[in-house]
């Protein structure tokens, strides 16, 4: 297993270093390497090629491999950027910085909302702050948890956890 650095695009343009934790792992009959990405939120069902530089196709999206002009790669979905990962090697160390920036900064979207997803058969089930979020075969559907038991019975319901209070964001 690799760790590669990446930077998210956000209105097209690159994110801080660090900003994204890739992992590059081969199999154990070495096959591979392949591009295993699963903290990501809406990305590939399945671990992408990572020497491939042609479409790939998943029940997540058209993704395509691009190297970059400076020598990293850019991972596009649907022929819109994602992210750019370094090819060099990084400790999990690396990351500490920034990993505390998102936690504590009031300009991380990770301190603005709580956020829990996961997969479904066919697409992606999130809840955001009191937003039920479905993603299926293409079509996203939200809807407004109107109460705090409707928060819980969706997080109990769709992710299996019991909880005894709605979760807040953390103040940052």
Partial sequence: MTRLAARVYS?????PPFDHLTLVVRLADDSGPWLADVGFG?????PLRYDGRRDQDDPGGRFLLADTPDGDVDVLRDGKPQYRMERRERRLADFAPTCWWQQ???DSHFTRSTVCSRLTGDGRISISG???IRT???SRTEQQ??????VLAAYRDHF????????????A
């Avoid at 209105?11 to 994110?15: S, T, V, Y």
């Avoid at 948890?145 to 409707?150: C, F, H, N, V």
């Fill in 11 to 15: 209105e097209e343009r690159l994110g």
């Fill in 42 to 46: 809406s990305h590939s069902t399945y």
């Fill in 104 to 106: 504590t900064s009031p």
């Fill in 130 to 132: 009191r937003t039920l």
């Fill in 136 to 138: 299926s075969a293409g």
């Fill in 145 to 150: 948890l109107p109460s705090d038991g409707a």
């Fill in 160 to 171: 299996g956890i019991a909880l005894d209070r709605v979760p807040e964001a953390a103040a």
